[in-house]
């Protein structure tokens, strides 16, 4: 069996003292592939540095909602310029987080509209975060309907919103939430979402799978989101791995 983590954060602390061995049991695991995704400047130069040292990593670069307020002109010119990194493969995380309100609306707004704008002209995938944000970044995106396309990361919204998503053109990234017994909104959109739109991924160090939940995340758990992912669609977790990576590779077009 062969999965892709789609979203994790292997660069961070959390890791420091034994990344080689999560990579190891990831490799284990039948992880071919994990994209590691920037959400600040450190975050996203990590997430390049590490992707350098292995083949199989690839990286994302870009500025989170809670830190909009510290996307200046500079920070967006060094995105720029990291985006020309073979292993950078897509932009964000990016989005609105309406949960902590880190930063002002309006400027978690600004700032994702700057990313997007980076993203058409560079014509590159994004990544999308979204929490208690649907009824503002789904307008956000159906304006530039036809000129972006990337994953609505660690999806949480129920059935409808899911398909205003796919009119976009979007793909709809599932973690570990999709294990927790009162995810019903998640388990429903997993059921009904169609093949070619399906992405797994962990998030890690956060939202592990049910049977590891309140302790730190790792890309190998993958698979038991795509187990999960199996049981609702009455279909093998070879051919969700098999699925899921045909629509990473087709999305994140660069990636070899």
Known sequence: MMFIDSHAHIQLSQFNRDRD?????????????????????????????????????????????????????????????????????????????????????????????EQLDLAEELQMPIVIHNRDAYMDILPI???????????????????????????????????????????????????EVPEDRLLIETDCPWLAPQFRRGKRNEPAYVCAVAEKIAELRGTSVEAIGKTTTENFNLLMGQMA
């Open 141 to 191: 995106l159906e304006a530039r309907r036809g000129r972006i396309r990337g994953v609505l990361h660690c999806f949480t919204g129920d059935v409808e919103l899911m398909h205003r998503s796919l009119v976009i053109g979007f793909h709809i990234g599932i973690g570990g939430i999709v294990t927790y017994k009162n995810a019903t909104d998640v388990q429903a959109v997993v059921q």
């Open 21 to 113: 061995a999560v990579l190891a049991r990831a490799d284990e695991a039948g992880i071919s592939n994990i994209l590691v995704i920037g959400f600040d400047m450190e975050t996203s130069l990590g997430a390049v540095a590490l992707a350098e040292k292995h083949p199989h990593i690839y990286a994302t670069v870009g500025m989170h909602p809670h830190d909009a307020k510290d996307l200046t002109p500079d920070v967006l010119k060094t995105f720029r310029e990291l985006a020309a990194h073979p292993k950078v493969i897509a932009l964000g995380e990016m989005g609105l987080d309406y949960y902590r309100n880190l930063s002002p609306r309006p400027v978690q707004k600004a700032v994702f509209e």
